[in-house]
DNA sequence: TTGAAAGCGATACCAG
DNA sequence: CTGGTATCGCTTTCAA
């Protein structure tokens, strides 16, 4: 390991002081041209590059966001931090990454982490409901995918409400009357954004809503399961389901399999949120959409806004909107 | 944003040195247990977190690892990934997350804002064959998924060759003779390893190798698609194909969907590579599976182990076994 | 235009 | 056991 050269180093070399140095290195200006050239050739010959731990502590800035996330073999988070890791860069950023898997400590313990490690940023997409307004008072701080729940946090989220309304309109403008819902709970906002929006569509249309179509429940592919399953095997069973996250989706679609029936034909189907299975599947699914990528950067660049503007914008919430994409699982009725 | 106190606040508010404070927060002995408990309420009321940045000025290392992929919506890297980060975790090291899009300019630079970026280990997902021994002078590197190609690096790679060998294998004790392979080029050394393991499993059952049905060119579902089309479409077609990724599975089931024909009876088809899609596709498919946590968690530790262990092993390198997870996708023949 | 010196936040050695 | 102080690598007035 060649270990890397320090200001004081080049400055020896040169017989120059550090002052200058720095100078050069930081692009300022009142400094010759030819001192310049000379600065930069040794730094360049000496392999120096200044140290970013030294520059921090002096700059109290790190250019180091920190984001917080429950995991990454979920798709949408991982999609989330791909844009989002993209769009810091872009602007002079690293991202450092911490993973809650879905527990409160670990995100607590996250928070604590992040004070002592000198980070400019806060990025967090939570896993639990409840994110007292503790982070607000920290570092500046953006939530996405699911609103912070403090005063005055920013945070960048998805049109789940309408996401959820788009789905139950198409099926109904499809002639399907009968009509069920399998969604989690446990994703808290967003799920519940996704009942109630599926729930308005059905309301303006004056379609009933019938409790036995509303399964709320888990939202791991088992519940998912057999929530479908049981739907299925109703005396009256819905001739169209809306499953409202893309692991429900998935187990709608193996639930369905296995009940020998067909997909688009026996029952109709629309997700919430896109995917390569989706995508594939045969018949392909019809979705609505939401563009993952667009959150990560937006709130990446939402942050570094609040980094750097001298009036930083408080309390701000962007909602991005949803699309449908319709494919091959939805049948017209009648 | 309250601002942090610092170690001074600390000692001035108790009047005493700054020293012993210091030591009451490294757990260092020789501190009076009145004093410790004093230090401590009073470092926890002014909301005292000693500053990593300063602390890795003198103590010259950060507890900070860096991973560079080339990006995360390919589930491999992200489970890779995910895994890393844990392990790190676990280990008292926080991770650093940069992306390269697969491209090599993107991983010098990477490279280059990693030597002032005071971090102190390194973990590569390269994009590109092309890792000159640069890297190995810089820091500690460890290789993952794809082996360095400098001198004495470390890496953890999965075996490739017996991977592919036994998806050959499998096919071939199922009846299959004329047997195919999609496999890309681009991925360099994984890809020509499937490639070879395939062919030395026709060669030692005695089949003959068929160039027509070597099916090698770039790793897209594009290229996937157009391969298997080419395949099907050959006066006389290969009654199994064998595809040597996710991508390139994924886009074999799509064009022979697309054919009419019938995955499972007119043409089996193993992956490389489990995923979601393969599972529940209908019919499920058979892959080799390779432990992807694994390579994180594994990676992960050799790194650390070479930051803290006096002598370091070096030039190691690792293999992780592979499997196969027999599905649906293969139908047995005469 | 350049240099000297103070300071950032923390550690560690040396005294007492 | 506790305090003083040099030091880490770099930035930033303030003089020259």
């Not at 009509?179 to 967003?190: D, G, L, Q």
């Not at 026996?266 to 563009?291: E, K, N």
Request: glycine share 8%; proline share 4%; aromatic share 6%.
């Amino acid at each position: 390991m060649k270990k890397t050269a320090t200001i004081k180093d080049v400055a020896k070399e040169l017989g120059i002081s550090v002052s200058t140095v720095s100078r050069v290195m930081n692009g300022l200006d009142r400094v010759s041209p030819a001192m310049r050239k000379k600065v930069l050739d040794t730094a360049r010959r000496l392999n120096y590059v200044p140290s970013l731990a030294a520059v921090s502590v002096v700059k109290k800035q790190t250019k180091l966001l920190a984001a917080l996330l429950p995991d990454l073999t979920t798709p949408l988070y991982a999609s989330i931090l791909e844009a989002f890791e993209e769009a810091a860069r872009i602007r002079g950023y690293h991202t450092l990454t911490v993973l809650s898997h879905g527990s409160h400590e670990e995100e607590m313990r996250f928070l604590d982490s992040m004070v002592g490690r000198s980070v400019d940023g806060l990025a967090i997409i939570p896993a639990s409901p409840a994110f007292s307004d503790y982070t607000a008072s920290l570092k500046p701080v953006v939530f996405i995918e699911r609103p912070g729940n403090g005063d005055g946090v920013d945070s960048v989220v998805v049109d789940n409400f309408r996401g959820a309304y788009l789905a139950a309109e198409h099926l109904i403008s499809r002639g399907h009357t009968k009509i069920a819902i399998i969604a989690s709970e446990r994703e808290f906002s967003s799920g519940h954004d996704r009942v109630l929006g599926f729930e308005q569509a059905l309301r303006i249309k004056n379609l009933r809503i019938r409790p036995q179509y509303i399964c709320v429940g888990g939202g791991t592919e088992k519940d998912g399961y057999a929530g479908a399953f049981r739907l299925m095997n109703l005396d009256d069973p819905p001739t169209a389901i809306f499953a409202a996250s893309e692991p429900l989706c998935r187990a709608a679609v193996a639930a369905i399999h296995d009940l020998k029936l067909r997909l688009g034909k026996d029952v109709s189907l629309v997700g919430f949120g896109d995917s390569d299975f989706a995508r594939t599947y045969s018949p392909a699914i019809t979705v609505v959409s939401r563009a993952t990528g667009d959150m990560g950067k937006i709130g990446a660049n939402m942050l570094i806004e609040k980094l750097t503007s001298l009036s930083p914008s408080v309390g701000q919430q962007v909602s991005l909107s949803v699309r449908l994409i319709i494919r091959e699982s939805v049948w017209t009725l009648g």
